[in-house]
């Protein structure tokens, strides 16, 4: 039996939210940054990343999400 492992991913959306609301254009520049964690996908619809990645990066880059 194969086991199966569960993911979580975000896309830009989730990212926008998990940051407070900030715009379209500000998760772009954040994502395109040295320190933002590579995609785990590129597909027709944007990036994805893993949550545990994004998270991550959250913890050490931004001490107050809600703000920008």
Do not use: C
Not at 7 to 17: A, N, Q, Y
Not at 26 to 35: E, K, L
Not at 38 to 56: F, H, Q, R
């Amino acid at each position: 039996m194969v086991s199966k492992r569960q993911i979580s991913l975000m896309g830009s959306h989730e990212i926008r939210v998990r940051l407070g609301g900030i715009s379209r254009q500000r998760v772009y520049q954040i994502t395109q940054g040295r320190s933002f964690p590579e995609p785990i996908a590129k597909l027709e619809m944007g990036n994805v990343w893993l949550t545990e990645d994004v998270e991550e990066w959250i913890k050490e880059h931004r001490s107050d999400p809600e703000g920008d």
